[in-house]
Nanobody
C-alpha cells in the first residue's frame, strides 16, 4: 500500500506559478498528477515513469513540468503561466509496474487526498 501526501496548493492570479509536492511512503515506478474541477471528470495532467519517461496533457504542455527526486519518493509539479481553467483539486497518483497508456483514473490504485489550486483572473 503506497500512501501519498500532497502539498503546495493555493490561490494565485492568472499568469502566476505554483509548485506542488507529493511524498510517497514507498517506491512506485509510475507517479503522476490528476486534477478534477467542479462538475468535471478527473483528468490526467502529467506522469513520470521510471521506465517510460514523462507525459503531459496537451492543455498543460509547455507550462507544467513534472520532476522526481533521486530517491524517487518525492514528486513535484511546477506549474507556470497558470490560467483560470487550471483551477481544480490536484491529486498525486501512483502505480507499480509502469504507467498505463490510457491514463484512466482506475489504472492508478493509489491516490493522495488532494490539494486545491485556484487561479483567479
Amino acid at each position: 500500500q503506497v500512501q501519498l501526501v500532497e502539498s503546495g496548493g493555493g490561490s494565485v492570479q492568472s499568469g502566476g506559478s505554483l509548485r506542488l509536492s507529493c511524498s510517497a511512503s514507498e517506491y512506485a515506478s509510475c507517479m503522476g498528477w490528476f486534477r478534477q474541477a467542479p462538475g468535471k471528470e478527473r483528468e490526467g495532467v502529467a506522469t513520470w515513469d521510471d521506465w517510460g519517461g514523462t507525459t503531459y496533457a496537451g492543455s498543460v504542455r509547455g507550462r507544467f513540468t513534472i520532476s522526481r527526486e533521486n530517491g524517487k519518493k518525492l514528486l513535484y509539479l511546477q506549474m507556470n503561466n497558470l490560467k483560470p481553467e487550471d483551477t481544480a483539486m490536484y491529486y498525486c497518483v501512483a502505480v507499480s509496474g509502469g504507467c498505463s497508456v490510457s491514463w484512466r483514473p482506475l489504472d492508478f490504485p493509489y491516490w493522495g487526498q488532494g490539494t486545491q489550486v485556484t487561479v483567479s483572473t
